[in-house]
Structures are given as structure tokens and as C-alpha cells.
């Protein structure tokens, strides 16, 4: 660097490292207080346009950052909101993150994302991390109990979302996914179908639980069995390559199967995976049912017949609910919102034959 020139973001250290520029550099910088520099950036207080103007421009030249503790010190919160799901692989994960990421930004909070890959150790990891950034509440998809039960207990506004743990003191907003698979079987069963069976790869939260027990409702009002053969249970699989193992047995012991209930968009995928590598016809050999509309779907021929959650409006109604906590003085009576899905019909389902 040429001697005499600027260094932005404050003077370098012996290591070379730029200084973390201060909120009285940014002041200096703006020919203003402290404290109207403070109030320009915190958006609290009066400060005519231009001002606020000219110390934005100046934060944004020296690279400033707020500091979180100095504002948690204040009483004026650190502006940060956790949230937590299960696998951002998985494309309803990541739109739920951005239902939550919509509606926290519109309200000026910064949202801080983790994947704890549906395991509870590195859920309550995410949760410790949260709680020593003092955010100000936190969403998530809970694999446990451990993260809401630490986080409720050190007084942080919670909301659930998609499944519940259980834990009293949170808010939760989920799918009706009973009504869903109802939805589902009952289309295939007004097609004709009598022998449907049931793929699911998780029963002990109320998501995979309530929809076999939607599949089992529809069957039983319509006066079907249920024959345990044809509900495949996926929960205590090893790995990808267990759950195949198990499909292919499925369908080798399932002849009399004409359609098949996916529970989810992971499941659906597998089946239908796994019925093209049996050469079988989707829909005139099999017929699919998804729980999930994901964007693949409507791309293969035929297109999937699905279950359409409102992911993004899932995200953004539990995010209401924890800002409305947040903004309470009182902890409040937890709240519960279920949200319906709905059937959408593609080609992937039609009448058995004969």
C-alpha cells in the first residue's frame, strides 16, 4: 500500500488486520454525535433524513457492524432470530426457512440459520450457540426435546413449527396431516383402488403418525382393510440403502398393491424410483400419491398427484406468532395454528385396471 493512504474501516493493526471500525468512527465520519449516530442506525429517536442519510453512508463506508451484546446491555434486544430445521437438502425445509426469513426481515430482525440434520445433539448445540448470541427468539423443527426444553427454560420465546416436542411454553404451527392423507387415499379409493399401501419413514413424531392415521381412517370409513403387509414402516431403517432393500421387498410381497401412499417427498421419490427400476408403469401398473408438492414433480411424465403443504405460509405464520411473543411483556398462553393442505391431481393416478 502507498504511504498516506486511507484505510477504511480504521487503522491496521501489527498484524496487518483492519480494525473493527467503532460507532464514534462512524460518528466522526457522519459530523455527528454518538448518540445520533445511534439513533440513525438503531431507528430509534428523531433523526432529520438527511442525517440519517449521511451516517448510513458513513456505516456502510467504514464497514461498521453493530454490537449485539452492547445492544442486549441496553434493553433494546440483539435484533437476531434463531432458527432451526432439519435438512436444507430437503426443498421443504429450505422454503420453510424462507416463509421465516420474509417475515423476519419485514420486521427488521436478522435471521440466523441452522441445519442440525435432524439430530437432536446438534439441535441442542444450535440452541446453546442461540441463547450465548441472545437472540431474541427462536424457531425450529424439533428433533427432540432437549433444544425447545433448554431454550423455553431460559425464558427465550419459542415457536415450533411443522412438528411439536411436546414442550409446554412454545408456540406451534403446523400441517393437518390427517386431513391430508385423507385427502389422498380417498382420491385413490373414489378411483377404484382397493389394495393401497402406506410409505412412511417416520412414526413417532405427529407428522408420519398422523398421516398413517388418516391412510388407516380413510380405508376403515370406506369399509377397507388394512392388511399389515401393506403398511410399510421406514423409521428404523439404516441408511438410504436399507430403506431400498425394504421397497423392493415391499413390492415383491405386495402384488395385489395398485396404488401406493407416499407420506412424504423423500418416500415418494424412493417409490418412484424404485417402480421405474421395476420397469412398472406409473400410473396404469401403480398409482402414486405424494405427501409433499415439490417442484419435481410436476416436471417427470406423468406428474406426481400430491398433497400440497403451505410451506412458505407455514414459515411465515410461526414467525408471526414468536415476533407477537416477543413483542409481549408477558411470557402469554402459548398458541396453536394448524394450516390445511390440499389435493393437487396430476397424472400419476387413475383407476386400477380391470
Not at 67 to 72: E, G, H, K, P, Y
Not at 77 to 99: H, I, K, P
Not at 227 to 246: A, C, Y
Not at 249 to 266: C, H, K, L, R
Request: aromatic fraction near 4%; glycine fraction near 12%.
Amino acid at each position: 500500500m502507498a504511504n498516506g493512504a486511507a484505510v477504511r474501516g480504521g487503522s491496521s493493526g501489527s498484524n496487518g488486520r483492519r480494525a473493527r471500525a467503532t460507532l464514534r468512527d462512524v460518528a466522526e465520519a457522519a459530523g455527528t454525535s454518538r448518540s445520533t449516530a445511534s439513533r440513525a442506525l438503531g431507528g430509534h429517536g428523531y433523526v432529520a433524513d438527511h442525517i440519517r442519510e449521511r451516517v448510513q453512508a458513513a456505516a456502510e463506508r467504514l464497514g461498521y457492524v453493530p454490537d449485539v451484546s452492547a445492544r442486549t446491555l441496553k434493553g433494546r434486544g440483539s435484533g437476531l432470530v434463531g432458527v432451526l430445521v432439519s435438512d436444507l437438502r430437503n426443498q421443504f425445509y429450505a422454503e420453510l426457512a424462507a416463509g421465516v426469513e420474509h417475515t423476519l426481515s419485514a420486521a427488521g430482525y436478522q435471521m440466523v440459520l441452522v441445519d442440525d440434520h435432524s439430530d437432536d445433539e446438534r439441535a441442542a448445540a444450535g440452541a446453546r450457540a442461540f441463547l450465548a448470541m441472545r437472540a431474541d427468539g427462536v424457531l425450529l423443527t424439533p428433533v427432540g426435546r432437549t433444544a425447545t426444553e433448554n431454550l423455553v427454560g431460559h425464558g427465550v420465546p419459542v415457536a415450533e413449527m411443522d412438528r411439536r416436542s411436546g414442550v409446554r411454553g412454545c408456540d406451534v404451527v403446523s400441517i393437518d396431516n390427517e386431513r391430508g392423507a385423507r385427502l389422498a387415499v380417498e382420491h385413490l379409493i373414489a378411483l377404484g383402488h382397493r389394495d393401497i399401501g402406506i410409505v412412511v419413514d417416520e412414526t413417532q413424531w405427529d407428522t408420519g403418525r398422523n398421516r398413517l392415521k388418516g391412510y388407516r381412517a380413510a380405508l376403515r370409513d370406506a369399509g377397507l382393510a388394512t392388511p399389515r403387509r401393506h403398511v410399510l414402516d421406514l423409521s428404523r431403517s439404516e441408511g438410504v440403502g436399507d430403506q431400498r432393500t425394504q421397497l423392493t421387498a415391499f413390492f415383491d410381497g405386495n402384488s395385489a398393491v395398485t396404488a401406493v401412499f407416499a407420506a412424504n417427498n423423500v418416500m415418494a421419490e424412493l417409490v418412484w424410483q424404485e417402480l421405474k427400476r421395476r420397469g412398472a408403469d406409473v400410473p396404469s401398473s401403480c398409482s402414486l400419491v405424494s405427501f409433499d408438492d415439490l417442484a419435481w414433480m410436476k416436471m417427470v411424465e406423468p406428474g406426481v398427484t400430491a398433497v400440497r403443504q403451505p410451506v412458505f405460509d407455514l414459515g411465515g405464520r410461526a414467525a408471526e406468532l414468536l415476533l407477537a411473543r416477543i413483542g409481549r411483556d408477558d411470557a402469554g398462553r402459548a398458541g396453536s395454528v394448524v394450516l390445511e393442505p390440499e389435493l393437487v391431481v396430476r397424472g400419476s393416478t387413475v383407476a386400477p385396471k380391470g
